[in-house]
């Protein structure tokens, strides 16, 4: 995607999407992290619910089982008081031959102003862009990307961490298959972070050129040196081929044993987008370890899906000079409804 058609999605254009972090700029990004900061307070309310999207519709539209990512979509949405639509694909059309485009096309014909798609081939979130007026929020495509994802990993990271500039993390595993590695990767290096991926020669792309990393087939010399080890999951659903002899030996090498989590430097953070092989990629044990975070990232999801959602959709033209979106006195008063739904202009660049 070029800078220009990038800067159409959530910095300018009269389309609003979500496809990639390469659709962000670094103050894109620490945008969105500051507005996650205002919802995560909404979180811990008695009352976790904002009307700041009241009249909006944000659907569901999964190609692939998720259970993380779309009850944390969900969520988000009904706490900012949009209406969702959830879309099932077992029991849909598609199970009739209907293609994807004409399933979009029809439920726009219901009125909708945001899709959350996810989808087992990459680049079908892009696709469903130009078919419709909806803002469209990539929740995960084949290997290419999961941007809401790495929004929630570097949150959770700064909450501990301050600032990213010149941490040094790994991304463990395999990266060959993995989206959120690859949104990962874009994220830690645009907020300055050096990040090493780690894994045997066929868990790696064919050309990491693309990318500024090192990359390394030793674990064990790397742990020491690092601020976050952030181990991904074996992804044997994708995978077409034997790539690793067998599951013990891949942990024997490359596993997040307690042995190798006792080598970490004090304050380091062991991260995992879940779901978790225990015993495979990490160990029961080091996954509830308090330097752990991978229930807070869970956590995180829900308010940075949050901020996503309403940079979207709400808040119109100027949002520094907009009311903020829990300024409103009951249910009632949407302080971000300024318009018809479909109705929508929010700028990074105006935010700032």
């Given at each position: 995607m070029s800078t220009d058609t990038a800067r159409e999605h959530l910095g300018g254009g009269s389309a609003r999407h979500l496809l990639a972090i390469s659709d962000l700029h670094r103050d894109d990004i620490e945008d969105l992290l500051e507005l996650t900061e205002t919802f995560v307070e909404v979180g811990r309310r008695p009352i976790p619910k904002v009307p700041a999207l009241r009249g909006r519709t944000v659907v569901s539209l999964f190609f692939e089982d998720s259970t993380r990512t779309r009850l944390s979509f969900e969520t988000a949405a009904k706490r900012l008081s949009a209406d969702t639509m959830s879309f099932a694909v077992s029991s849909s059309s598609v199970n009739k031959g209907e293609s994807v485009r004409d399933t979009i096309e029809t439920i726009e014909?219901?009125?909708?102003?945001?899709?959350?798609?996810r989808h087992r081939s990459s680049g079908v979130p892009a696709q469903i862009a130009g078919w419709t007026n909806a803002s469209v929020v990539n929740a995960g495509d084949g290997w290419h990307q999961h941007p809401t994802q790495a929004l929630l990993d570097a949150y959770t990271a700064r909450t501990h961490l301050g600032s990213l500039e010149g941490r040094h993390v790994a991304i463990v595993g395999d990266i060959k298959h993995s989206?959120?590695?690859?949104?990962?990767?874009?994220?830690?290096?645009?907020?300055?972070?050096?990040?090493?991926?780690?894994?045997?020669?066929?868990?790696?792309?064919?050309?990491?050129?693309?990318?500024?990393?090192?990359?390394?087939?030793?674990?064990?010399?790397?742990?020491?040196?690092?601020?976050?080890?952030?181990?991904?999951?074996?992804?044997?659903?994708?995978?077409?081929?034997?790539?690793?002899?067998?599951?013990?030996?891949?942990?024997?090498?490359?596993?997040?044993?307690?042995e190798r989590a006792d080598r970490l430097r004090a304050g380091a953070l062991i991260m995992h987008p879940g779901p978790m092989n225990r015993g495979v990629e990490i160990?029961?044990?080091?996954?509830?370890?308090?330097?752990?975070?991978?229930?807070?990232?869970?956590?995180?999801?829900?308010?940075?899906?949050?901020?996503?959602?309403?940079?979207?959709?709400?808040?119109?033209?100027?949002?520094?000079?907009?009311?903020?979106?829990?300024?409103?006195?009951?249910?009632?008063?949407?302080?971000?409804?300024?318009?018809?739904a479909g109705d929508v202009d929010v700028s990074m660049e105006d935010a700032r």
């Open positions: 014909a219901m009125g909708i102003d945001a899709v959350v798609v989206r959120v590695a690859r949104s990962n990767i874009e994220m830690f290096t645009a907020l300055g972070a050096e990040v090493t991926l780690v894994a045997p020669p066929t868990l790696l792309p064919s050309s990491t050129n693309a990318w500024q990393v090192n990359v390394s087939n030793d674990l064990d010399a790397v742990l020491p040196t690092l601020d976050i080890c952030y181990v991904l999951r074996m992804q044997q659903e994708r995978m077409t081929e034997a790539l690793v002899p067998s599951l013990r030996e891949y942990t024997a090498c490359f596993g997040l044993t307690s160990a029961g044990e080091v996954a509830d370890r308090p330097n752990a975070v991978i229930i807070e990232q869970v956590a995180n999801g829900v308010a940075v899906r949050m901020a996503v959602l309403f940079m979207l959709l709400g808040s119109g033209r100027h949002l520094s000079a907009a009311p903020s979106p829990l300024d409103a006195s009951s249910p009632g008063d949407s302080p971000t409804a300024d318009g018809p």
